[in-house]
T-cell receptor, first 115, second 115 residues
Framework: KNQVEQSPQSLIILEGKNCTLQ??????????LRWYKQDTGRGPVSLTI?????NTKSNGRYTATLDADTKQSSLHITASQLSDSASYIC??????????????FGKGTKLSVKP | NAGVTQTPKFQVLKTGQSMTLQCAQD?????MSWYRQDPGMGLRLIHY???????DQGEVPNGYNVSRSTTEDFPLRLLSAAPSQTSVYFC??????????????FGPGTRLTVT
């Protein structure tokens, strides 16, 4: 069964600190993996999208890594800011002939950044 | 561009009532989707459309209808509301980057409560 598991479920860090969020998946055949940021009361916003051949991708202070062999991804946030407080969702796309109706969403990690 | 817009933002229904959640996008994206987000669960796909006049079922389609008469609009109809349909509903539009990846944009969501 295609699944995406994220850890931890929630995390509290102090402003300025770094943190790493984890994503493990059992999706086959794999097409791409993306990380979304979802602020409270808003829709998810894409941070990064990585294909099978990419193992690192950055977007400002956000760096995502992908290990397609172990089926693991991580999202590293550097020098956290209060505005980083949000849920971070890992999404894996299964490759079914290009159809986009096959995104598998994780439950998300809720990050709280405290001053 | 307004991006993806959804109305209403909040709605309370009584069991058995029907209503339509509106979704519109002004980016000329071919692909549109409806998701529901429940506490402790990942986003789940309800219905999606690959273009005007074409719709298909997602993971949890029961109790919902959709139609796509134009590229811009993708309304979601609740036929006879049930308490189990209490959720936050997100509409998304997507376009193909040409590399097998669909870049996805979400609306702000509609919070629906069925009593």
């Amino acid at each position: 069964k295609n699944q995406v598991e994220q850890s931890p479920q929630s995390l509290i860090i102090l402003e300025g600190k770094n943190c790493t969020l984890q994503c493990n998946y059992t999706v086959s055949p794999f097409s791409n993996l993306r990380w979304y940021k979802q602020d409270t009361g808003r829709g998810p916003v894409s941070l990064t999208i990585m294909t099978f051949s990419e193992n690192t991708k950055s977007n400002g202070r956000y760096t995502a890594t992908l290990d397609a062999d172990t089926k693991q991804s991580s999202l590293h946030i550097t020098a956290s800011q209060l505005s980083d407080s949000a849920s971070y969702i890992c999404v894996v796309s299964a490759n079914y002939g290009g159809s986009q109706g096959n995104l598998i969403f994780g439950k998300g990690t809720k990050l709280s950044v405290k001053p | 561009n307004a991006g993806v817009t959804q109305t209403p933002k909040f709605q309370v229904l009584k069991t058995g009532q029907s209503m339509t959640l509106q979704c519109a996008q002004d980016m000329n994206h071919e692909y549109m989707s409806w998701y529901r987000q429940d506490p402790g669960m990942g986003l789940r796909l309800i219905h999606y459309s690959v273009g005007a006049g074409i719709t298909d079922q997602g993971e949890v389609p029961n109790g919902y209808n959709v139609s796509r008469s134009t590229t811009e609009d993708f309304p979601l109809r609740l036929l006879s509301a049930a308490p189990s349909q209490t959720s936050v509903y997100f509409c998304a539009s997507s376009y193909s980057t040409g590399t097998g990846i669909y870049e996805q944009y979400f609306g702000p969501g509609t919070r629906l409560t069925v009593t």
